[in-house]
């Protein structure tokens, strides 16, 4: 539902891409900002100033790596992303690109020549693809779509192009309505999936083939006539296609349904599109109802690898690491007999193995399986998430690779090596200034047997012989793994720096424990993982070195229907509460989220399916029924421009609040989203929860 599996380099990447799309009428170009930093303080202005790294793609030869580095400026209160080049060894770093809008969707061609990627361009006010030597020099934008490129990936022989450009949607109104009326702002819905995530679906995206010769020309809709999207719309990127080796044909991921079937379907399959014939085959349907995405064709050509869910409407399951045969269309599953799943694949140089990485105990690694025998080795673990792995030799690969202590920096990893080797540093200096609290895991039992891995966060200059207040960390997705993420919203280091100790639960539910886990959440909200909640409160609450007395528990999205069931159950745990984008009433939110096949499944059904006892169960535990037994003081923050949790969720839980005579606030944001993204918003959304926060928990750390 609220796909926070996506990685915060692809957030960086979706947020300055989107911003691409929108004209841009400031020259100012961002450089890396200047802040104070006082006694080593984390503050929401230092956190604002990291360096955000993505899309680190290393050259055909292995020699080089690109990677698009973002500052944030505050004042202008906007992103900038540029790109820089390296050696493959981390040295001679430079930048590439200067000016005041952001690039992204970096691409080799010319066989390292040059590199390829997306940018707005002030003449078309459009996104188009330009290129620029490999040393910086000889900048040409090589399209001129009418309706910008979203996303573009360039054959390997260098022949041909396929992006995706928006069209017009298939859901007209009818012409006679409006026609004699040019600033009605109506609309005339007659079908579900009219909006997502924070847009009105009035375009919708095609992959279109064209040539190339240094400029794209001749372009064709593979899916003319088809009201279909492709990529899938929120996040679908470039991801969703794959060239063969050889450029004579081109896999993509479709979702082909529209209306009430699109907004209640996973189904997304893999489609095969021949170039010389113009004819499109399905390679994935019977045995694949679940999303089919991420394909990769292997060196040789000869196979395809893609990621595969096999259970209709539900969008957490587990993700099966296929391969096809293409001449005989057998398929493998390589993950079978593995507990465990890939979030993102790589196929190695000799197309003997494939590089992955995946949530595993807590933590993300990378790993090699063996296509033909499938055995998995770990090549890099550790107390780290590992992000965006890319092949550069058969024994090595270049990775992306932030914990809770550090955000993304580029890394070389070995089969073999224990140590991967840092190549960037972007924010060593930074880091160096800031006094971090340290992470430990810890294992908490939980009341169904169990053992629930939690992170356990402590202040700077921690003293064990004082008292410290702290906070209950309450995840979103809600199958959404409390792995060593670097976040620029719910970042606990910031949290840690204003005296907070910390405890971040792998409750049931998230994935990187096994399938039963992951899935033992879906139909049980406010069951078993509301007593793993309890369970890590009441083990940190122990701690001789927490204040008992003040105690909070946050959460945004799945996180924030937590807050809110927990604010119905408290019996004195909490002392004040923080819910951002939560569900309050689970029976508006079954009819008013937008990728409905989400409350479909997750929520067991619908609310009027009276003999369906999953689904009553669900609604009976609706954090909307319990308000009568709300103490704590409750901060509530939301963004008007949520369609996937209405902004009226938060509404309701703050009027509820007041009107049963409660300490509440609420902080609205009428242009943001499921995220806090604006700089300025960012930093006010810091300064809110802290000032709350502060308020109702912090004491002064007192001996004991």
């Known amino acids: 539902m609220i796909k926070f599996k996506i990685t915060m380099s692809a957030i960086v990447a979706l947020s300055v891409l989107g911003a691409c799309n929108k004209q841009n009428t400031d020259e100012t170009v961002i450089e890396k900002p200047e802040v104070t930093i006082t006694d080593g303080m984390m503050t929401p202005e230092v956190l604002e100033a990291f360096g955000r790294i993505s899309e680190a793609t290393p050259s055909p030869d292995g020699t080089k790596i690109i990677f698009t580095l973002t500052y944030e400026d505050i004042q202008l209160n906007k992103g900038n992303s540029e790109i820089y080049i390296m050696d493959a060894d981390g040295k001679d770093m430079k930048r590439l690109t200067k000016t005041s809008a952001s690039e992204g969707n970096l691409q080799w061609i010319e066989n390292g020549k040059k590199i390829a990627f997306l940018r707005y361009d002030k003449e078309t006010e459009t996104t188009q693809i330009f290129s620029i030597n490999a040393d910086g020099s000889g900048e040409k934008r090589l399209s001129d779509e009418k309706n910008g490129i979203e996303c573009f990936k360039i054959s390997p022989d260098g022949k041909r192009v396929v992006f995706a450009s928006a069209i017009d949607d298939f859901n007209k109104n009818d012409e006679e309505l409006f026609k004699d009326l040019p600033k009605t702002t109506g609309r005339v819905i007659d079908d579900l999936g009219y909006k997502h995530w924070d847009e009105w679906v009035t375009k919708i995206p095609h992959p279109f083939v064209a040539d190339f010769d240094g400029e794209v020309k ?10 279909f999207e492709c990529p899938m719309r929120p996040f679908g990127g470039a991801e969703s296609f794959a060239w063969s080796p050889d450029g004579s044909k081109l896999v993509y991921v479709s979702r082909k349904y529209k209306g009430s079937e699109y907004v209640f379907s996973t189904d997304s399959n893999i489609y095969l599109y021949d170039i010389e014939s113009g004819k499109t085959e399905q390679l994935t349907g019977e045995g694949f109802p679940g999303y089919d995405t991420d394909p990769a064709f292997s060196p040789d050509g000869n196979t395809l690898a893609w990621l595969s869910m096999p259970t209709a409407k539900y969008e957490s399951d587990k993700k099966r690491l296929m391969v096809m045969d293409i001449k005989s269309r ?5 993950t079978e007999n593995w507990d465990y799943w890939p979030e993102q694949i790589a196929w190695a140089k000799d197309g003997a193995s494939i590089w992955f990485t995946g949530y595993y105990q807590g933590v993300s690694p990378v790993f090699t399986i063996d296509v033909k025998t499938c055995a998995i080795d770990t090549v890099a673990n550790g107390q780290y998430d590992y992000v965006g792995v890319s092949p550069v030799a058969d024994n090595a690969a270049v990775a992306m690779r932030h914990s809770m202590r550090e955000p993304n920096e580029i890394f070389l990893v070995k089969k073999g090596d224990n140590e991967a080797k840092q190549l960037t540093s972007v924010n060593k200096e930074l880091l160096a200034q800031l006094k971090l609290g340290d992470v430990k895991k810890v294992t908490v039992p939980t009341t169904d047997g169990g053992q629930m891995t939690c992170w356990e966060i402590l202040p700077p200059d921690f003293d ?8 209950l960390y309450c995840q979103g997705g809600p199958q959404q793994a409390v792995s060593q993420f670097w976040s620029y919203r719910w970042n606990f280091m910031i949290m840690a720096a204003h005296g907070y100790v910390i405890i971040a639960p792998n409750r049931h539910g998230v994935p990187g424990f096994g399938t039963a886990w992951n899935r033992q959440i879906s139909g049980d909200y406010g069951g078993q993982n509301m007593q793993d909640y309890y369970a890590a409160t009441d083990y940190i609450k122990s701690r001789p070195y927490v204040d008992a007395d003040h105690v909070g ?16 159950h408290n019996d004195g745990r909490y002392a004040a509460l923080v819910a951002h984008a939560g569900i309050f009433n689970v029976e508006a939110q079954y009819l008013e989220t937008e990728e409905m096949w989400f409350a479909d499944f997750d929520l067991g059904g619908p609310f009027w399916d009276k003999d369906n006892a999953t689904a009553q169960r669900t609604y009976a535990n609706s954090p909307h029924r319990f308000v009568n037994n709300w103490t704590a003081p409750m901060l509530i923050t939301v963004g008007e421009l949520d369609y996937r949790i209405l902004a009226s969720q938060g509404m309701q839980a703050f009027n509820a609040a007041k009107m049963h005579g409660l300490e509440a606030e609420m902080l609205v944001f009428p242009d943001e989203n499921h995220w806090v993204l604006k700089p300025q918003n960012a930093i006010l959304w810091q300064r809110t929860f802290f000032r709350f926060l502060d308020k109702y928990l912090k004491q002064p750390a007192t001996d004991k």
Do not use: C, H, Q
Request: charged share 25%.
């Open 330 to 334: 057998e398929t493998r599953d390589l």
């Open 464 to 471: 064990p012989n004082k008292k410290y207040p702290a906070i």
């Open 218 to 227: 001749n372009a064709k809709d593979i899916m003319a006539d088809e009201p």
């Open 553 to 568: 528990a946050i959460g945004a999205s799945y996180g924030g229907f937590s807050v809110y069931w927990l604010a119905g």
